[in-house]
């Protein structure tokens, strides 16, 4: 038998406990999520609603299949700076004429759908999901283009939002503009760059300079229309493809490009498969709020996976890795989930003698992240710890399946990295309320930093002034923890969103449909030395 048995007790007061204070999380979670769906406020809804028009998510529901899921991708961008939630952008995946396509939406009641910096980082982030796995790009576009007071954090790296277009056409990936609104200057060549350009009549303006542009360079008198107007360009300059005449017959037409471009999935989709044995509410109640306390990975696993069956490899082996094999929707997926937090030299082979079995056999990688690094101390350096660390970081870097994190619980120094963290490139990551990253815990940090403080008076032969020491450690302490939260870290765009536990199955069955339009092929070697 290998269906997970579960020791949980949805009953006990420590389920009881971890569920509340899961569900306080997500309170806090709804609440943000609610700012970016506001948009730009009241104000500007409305005025948008008078212009006729429709809201950015009016658009996209129009644009999907009916009835189909949106998986909606790093809504929190932006959160904790000075930009609203959200980054006056939408971007997600979604099926489109039976295909699934990444959408990248500006929300024109957003400060005129401007690009800030984390507009652009999430934008560019949609693009490099579009391309690792080959996923049409539909551009939804109604922007004043650079936001002009933070120019310089974007005007030079935003180059590479027309190159990225280019690029995905250049590697046979679909491209598609639909232009709503303003897209002028340098937004003029997100339709300059795409496959397939749809504009709207009288609604679409798309030119390298306006009227009051044109008449400073030139002394030309001009108006919207003739410079850059959907009538204009459909029947003189040629730029749009398909010409509309409101915004529901653009998306209507939208649709008919997608289903006309002959896209097909690398593998279908598997078909029904069986769901897991135990009730997913029980999501809530695994990860304690105090993440010192160990929990059972496993009770995730066998609420996440088809049937709650799983094949564990090496189970007797480095016990605070699970390592196992398993379908989710049908796909099969090899699964790594830390299980008492530190990584040990047995660990850390194990995992990579995982990761290269996953390679062979061309099976895509769950990460469950709950570690709090690799272990140190002198009997473990001399064991060879950091060898042993590196063939771990060696294996996920070089294996070429698809990755998908899901950071649960703690995802702390070099254990962020080998158990596929942001920079190593995995192809979705996702983090649940409960989550906490950063180079090590809080009090640890700011432990490290009182001791060199103390070395270096000491040193100088300086006394330590112990009160502003005490005060220095808290202070350290709580902007450490602050910035351990996924809120801050999602706002960041170092995840694609945080979600609610009870979520995770849907969200990784739909990045797994979505990853599968790509072949998914391992690595046959290719892999770095493997110090031994
Ligand atoms: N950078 C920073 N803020 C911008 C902006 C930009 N590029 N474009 C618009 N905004 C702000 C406006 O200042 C306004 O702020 P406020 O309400 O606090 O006064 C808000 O966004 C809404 O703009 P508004 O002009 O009222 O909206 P609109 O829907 O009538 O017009 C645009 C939208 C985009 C057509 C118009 O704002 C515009 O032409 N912007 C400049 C476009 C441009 O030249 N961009 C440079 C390209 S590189």
Same mark, same amino acid.
């Given at each position: 038998?290998?269906?997970?048995?579960?020791?949980?007790?949805?009953?006990?007061?420590?389920?009881?406990?971890?569920?509340?204070?899961?569900?306080?999380?997500?309170?806090?979670?709804?609440?943000?999520?609610?700012?970016?769906?506001?948009?730009?406020? !009241?104000?500007?809804? +409305?005025?948008?609603?008078?212009?006729?028009?429709?809201?950015?998510?009016?658009?996209?529901?129009?644009?999907?299949?009916?009835?189909?899921?949106?998986?909606?991708?790093?809504?929190?961008?932006?959160?904790?700076?000075?930009?609203?939630?959200? *980054?006056?952008?939408?971007? /997600?995946?979604?099926?489109?004429?039976?295909?699934?396509?990444?959408?990248?939406?500006?929300?024109?009641?957003?400060?005129?759908?401007?690009?800030?910096?984390?507009?652009? =980082?999430?934008?560019?982030?949609?693009?490099?999901?579009?391309?690792?796995?080959?996923?049409?790009?539909?551009?939804?576009?109604?922007?004043? /283009?650079?936001?002009?007071?933070?120019?310089?954090?974007?005007?030079?790296?935003?180059? &590479?939002?027309?190159?990225?277009?280019?690029?995905?056409?250049?590697?046979?990936?679909?491209?598609? $503009?639909?232009?709503?609104?303003?897209?002028?200057?340098?937004?003029?060549?997100?339709?300059?760059?795409?496959?397939?350009?749809?504009?709207?009549?009288?609604?679409?303006?798309?030119?390298?300079?306006?009227?009051?542009?044109? =008449?400073?360079?030139?002394?030309?008198?001009?108006?919207?229309?003739?410079?850059?107007?959907?009538?204009?360009?459909?029947?003189?300059?040629?730029? *749009?493809?398909?010409?509309?005449?409101?915004?529901?017959? &653009?998306?209507? +037409?939208?649709?008919?490009?997608?289903?006309?471009?002959?896209?097909?999935? $690398? +593998?279908?989709?598997?078909?029904?498969?069986?769901?897991?044995?135990?009730?997913? !509410?029980?999501?809530?109640? #695994?990860?304690?709020?105090?993440?010192?306390?160990?929990?059972?990975?496993?009770?995730?696993? &066998?609420? #996440?996976?088809?049937?709650?069956?799983?094949?564990?490899? =090496?189970?007797?082996?480095?016990?605070?890795?699970a390592t196992g094999w398993a379908a989710l929707h049908g796909y099969p997926v090899g699964v790594l989930a830390n299980a008492q937090g530190v990584l040990f030299s047995e660990e850390s082979q194990k995992a990579a003698q995982f990761i290269q079995l996953a390679n062979q056999r061309d099976i895509p990688l769950l990460f469950l992240h709950n570690t709090t690094g690799y272990m140190v101390g002198r009997d473990y350096e001399q064991g060879g710890i950091i060898k042993h660390g590196a063939m771990m970081i060696n294996a996920v870097s070089n294996s070429r399946v698809p990755h998908l994190s899901v950071l649960i619980g703690a995802s702390y120094g070099a254990g962020h990295y080998g158990m596929c963290g942001r920079a190593y490139d995995p192809r979705f990551l996702f983090a649940w309320p409960s989550a906490k990253s950063a180079v090590m815990g809080p009090q640890q940090l700011a432990g490290v930093m009182s001791i060199v403080a103390r070395q270096s008076a000491a040193a100088k032969g300086q006394?330590?002034?112990?009160?502003?020491?005490? &005060?220095?450690?808290?202070?350290?302490? +709580?902007?450490?923890?602050?910035?351990?939260?996924?809120?801050?870290?999602?706002?960041?765009?170092?995840?694609?969103?945080?979600?609610?536990?009870?979520?995770?199955?849907?969200?990784?069955?739909?990045?797994?449909?979505?990853?599968?339009?790509?072949?998914?092929?391992?690595?046959?070697?290719?892999?770095?030395?493997?110090?031994?």
């Amino acid at each position: 038998m290998t269906v997970l048995a579960s020791a949980l007790d949805p009953a006990g007061a420590d389920h009881t406990a971890h569920r509340e204070a899961m569900l306080a999380k997500l309170a806090e979670l709804e609440g943000e999520h609610a700012k970016a769906l506001a948009g730009g406020g !009241e104000k500007y809804v +409305q005025r948008h609603r008078k212009r006729g028009k429709l809201l950015v998510r009016e658009r996209i529901e129009m644009l999907l299949d009916p009835d189909t899921p949106f998986l909606e991708l790093s809504p929190l961008a932006g959160w904790g700076s000075d930009y609203p939630v959200g *980054a006056s952008i939408v971007t /997600g995946i979604g099926v489109i004429s039976g295909v699934e396509c990444l959408i990248s939406a500006n929300d024109p009641t957003v400060r005129g759908g401007a690009s800030n910096p984390w507009t652009l =980082k999430k934008a560019l982030r949609a693009h490099e999901i579009a391309r690792a796995n080959r996923l049409p790009l539909v551009s939804l576009v109604e922007s004043g /283009g650079a936001d002009l007071p933070s120019q310089k954090e974007i005007f030079i790296p935003g180059g &590479a939002m027309f190159r990225d277009l280019t690029r995905l056409s250049a590697s046979g990936i679909p491209t598609i $503009a639909v232009v709503f609104g303003n897209s002028t200057a340098g937004g003029a060549y997100i339709p300059g760059m795409s496959d397939h350009v749809i504009m709207v009549k009288e609604r679409s303006k798309v030119f390298l300079g306006g009227p009051p542009l044109v =008449k400073m360079a030139t002394g030309e008198e001009s108006d919207d229309e003739s410079l850059g107007g959907a009538e204009m360009h459909a029947r003189t300059s040629g730029l *749009a493809d398909y010409f509309a005449t409101d915004e529901p017959d &653009a998306l209507r +037409q939208a649709r008919r490009v997608v289903a006309r471009l002959n896209w097909r999935k $690398a +593998q279908s989709d598997p078909g029904p498969a069986e769901p897991p044995k135990y009730d997913t !509410e029980e999501l809530l109640g #695994i990860v304690p709020s105090d993440l010192k306390v160990p929990f059972d990975p496993r009770e995730v696993i &066998a609420r #996440i996976v088809d049937g709650s069956d799983f094949d564990e490899f =090496k189970p007797l082996y480095g016990h605070s890795l699970a390592t196992g094999w398993a379908a989710l929707h049908g796909y099969p997926v090899g699964v790594l989930a830390n299980a008492q937090g530190v990584l040990f030299s047995e660990e850390s082979q194990k995992a990579a003698q995982f990761i290269q079995l996953a390679n062979q056999r061309d099976i895509p990688l769950l990460f469950l992240h709950n570690t709090t690094g690799y272990m140190v101390g002198r009997d473990y350096e001399q064991g060879g710890i950091i060898k042993h660390g590196a063939m771990m970081i060696n294996a996920v870097s070089n294996s070429r399946v698809p990755h998908l994190s899901v950071l649960i619980g703690a995802s702390y120094g070099a254990g962020h990295y080998g158990m596929c963290g942001r920079a190593y490139d995995p192809r979705f990551l996702f983090a649940w309320p409960s989550a906490k990253s950063a180079v090590m815990g809080p009090q640890q940090l700011a432990g490290v930093m009182s001791i060199v403080a103390r070395q270096s008076a000491a040193a100088k032969g300086q006394p330590y002034d112990e009160e502003a020491d005490a &005060a220095l450690r808290a202070m350290v302490e +709580q902007q450490i923890e602050s910035e351990s939260l996924p809120l801050f870290l999602s706002g960041r765009l170092y995840d694609d969103g945080v979600i609610d536990p009870r979520d995770t199955r849907t969200v990784l069955g739909l990045c797994l449909s979505a990853l599968h339009t790509a072949p998914v092929e391992g690595a046959r070697g290719g892999f770095g030395v493997f110090r031994m």
